[in-house]
């Protein structure tokens, strides 16, 4: 079992994981707001069935989320070839695929936190300053965001700490490559199959601080009065 940790290798995964996070929180930050705003103001045929679909990557295994990206995304899809077009290289095996396994298995917590705020607020008050002249815009900037910032908070938090532990759906369509796509729970793995503890634990304490103040932020907005 190795002792020895390699700091010059150390750092590399802890920056790119938290890159791919930050570019995934603000992307799920933007996408859960407007999902979870739509679906808790609109009621529509197949509404259940849309809820269904949005929080479905909560509950299968990551596999199966990478697996379904991996099709959708790879060389022989018309995404993955247009995306290999206009950008020059593939999208699989890059850290933009790492970014999008993010979005996918964060967007359930982060809309699923925000949609309770967005039920939460009275829509009398949104309907009095439509009356008053104001547009949807600023209904929502001066009204409706304003009463639902604990939960919109909690919900970036929350989808920024997911998204910076993910791994299955990661490791599949991003793979492990160092310096370019591996990310500290895939360098994890990676650490501990080849019996390098100390390095893995290493890796574990500097993840389970983030998730653990992050959570810590997320339970705070969350339960504010």
Known sequence: MGLNVDWNDFWTPVWLSIKVS???????????TAAA???ARRRF???SAVEVVLL?????????????LLTALGRRSWIGYAYEKLAGGPIVFSWIAAVVAAVVVA???AYRTMKTGFEEVDRQLEDAARVSGASEWQVFRFVTAPLASRSLIAGFILGYARGLGEFGATIMIAGN???RTQTIPTAIYVATDGGNMALAWAWAA????????MLL???RFSSRG
């Open 56 to 68: 479905l990557p909560l509950v299968l295994p990551p596999t199966v989320v990478g697996f379904a």
């Open 177 to 179: 490559i160092p310096g």
């Open 206 to 213: 500097v993840m389970t601080a983030i998730a653990f103040g």
């Open 217 to 219: 932020l997320a339970n």
């Open 107 to 109: 967007f359930p917590l």
């Open 37 to 39: 705003r739509w679906m």
């Open 45 to 47: 045929p197949g509404h």
């Open 22 to 32: 930050a570019v995934a929180g603000v992307a799920v930050f933007a996408l859960a």
